[in-house]
T-cell receptor
Framework: GENVEQHPSTLSVQEGDSAVIKCTYS??????FPWYKQELGKGPQLIID?????GEKKDQRIAVTLNKTAKHFSLHITETQPEDSAVYFC?????????????FGKGTKLSVKP | EAGVAQSPRYKIIEKRQSVAFWCNPI?????LYWYQQILGQGPKLLIQ????????DSQLPKDRFSAERLKGVDSTLKIQPAKLEDSAVYLC???????????FGQGTRLTVV
């Protein structure tokens, strides 16, 4: 089955700096890689995802890159703001299953200091 | 559009007691998921329903956990008897179809003492 590793576990940046979170996966058949943001007391919220037929996807200040050969993908947040402070999770499909049947990384707690 | 509704928000029980959680998915969503999130970890899938049928329950501890979605809409997750290690947030998620985005509810925080 799929295994997802996520680094770092904590990340502290100054407002306006960039933040990068990296994940690796084990199943070469995986083809969908979402990133979720979880604020305190709330459920995870999808912020961006990428499919294996593209190498990069951007949405305003957020971008995700995928390297299928190395089996790793990364989340990039530019011009960070205090409201970006949260726990971020990467994920990959379980047994090549549906977009909601996911194996999650352990999470990265991002703190953006004003 | 209303999101995924879960209740209760918090529950404290003693070990060996039973507990049930309720989930109302987004209207029209055929796929429903229950996840367990232990403090400091990512969510782990317990069970996936497609309408009222089980698609994946391979990680559900079936000796104590059960779940149902009788009419293909609301779902309940039950734990009987609870153990200390069941303390976690139980998240419900739903998606329109199997291969569309999953939306999560706020979760139920269970504390077993």
């Amino acid at each position: 089955g799929e295994n997802v590793e996520q680094h770092p576990s904590t990340l502290s940046v100054q407002e306006g700096d960039s933040a990068v979170i990296k994940c690796t996966y084990s199943d070469s058949a995986s083809n969908y890689f979402p990133w979720y943001k979880q604020e305190l007391g709330k459920g995870p919220q999808l912020i961006i995802d990428i499919r294996s037929n593209v190498g990069e996807k951007k949405d305003q200040r957020i971008a995700v890159t995928l390297n299928k050969t190395a089996k790793h993908f990364s989340l990039h947040i530019t011009e960070t703001q205090p409201e970006d402070s949260a726990v971020y999770f990467c994920a990959a499909p379980n047994y090549g299953g549906s977009q909601g049947n996911l194996i999650f990384g352990k999470g990265t707690k991002l703190s953006v200091k004003p | 559009e209303a999101g995924v509704a879960q209740s209760p928000r918090y529950k404290i029980i003693e070990k060996r007691q039973s507990v049930a959680f309720w989930c109302n998915p987004i209207s029209g969503h055929a796929t429903l998921y229950w996840y367990q999130q232990i403090l400091g970890q990512g969510p782990k899938l317990l069970i996936q329903f497609q309408n009222n049928g089980v698609v994946d329950d391979s990680q559900l501890p079936k000796d104590r956990f059960s779940a149902e979605r009788l009419k293909g809409v609301d779902s309940t997750l039950k734990i009987q008897p609870a153990k200390l290690e069941d303390s976690a947030v139980y998240l419900c998620a739903s998606s329109l179809l199997l291969n569309t985005e999953a939306f999560f509810g706020q979760g139920t925080r269970l504390t077993v003492v």
